[in-house]
């Protein structure tokens, strides 16, 4: 396991030692898993942008002009915007 010493601002670590407190874990273990959430949840993002670098828009719209014209079912219905004068 390895030590990093972190500043962070008072404000943070109050709040950071309240949530520790609620939730009845050191804050060690408090702020470990929000460094662990937050680099998991940097990493699917990662992912997503690698995903989508190599989408094909051409494709997908090809897909989606495949698919038969329908009524939208009760409730999924589109709200128009309302139009509104810029005066």
């Known amino acids: 396991m390895s ?3 972190l500043r962070i ?3 943070v670590m109050e709040e950071a030692k309240r949530a520790a407190a609620e939730d009845n874990v050191s ?3 408090l702020l470990s898993a929000f460094i662990a959430d937050g680099i ?3 990493r699917a993002i990662m992912s997503l942008k690698k995903r989508a670098e190599r989408g ?3 494709a997908a719209l090809a897909i989606l002009d495949g698919v038969p014209d329908s009524e939208p079912d009760a409730g999924d219905e589109l ?3 309302k139009k509104t004068s810029g005066k």
Do not use: E, K
Request: aromatic content about 6%; cysteine-free.
């Open 79 to 81: 709200v128009a915007a």
């Open 27 to 29: 804050l060690n273990q």
């Open 40 to 42: 998991g949840h940097r």
């Open 9 to 11: 601002a008072d404000h």
């Open 3 to 5: 030590t990093y010493p």
């Open 56 to 58: 094909d828009v051409s």
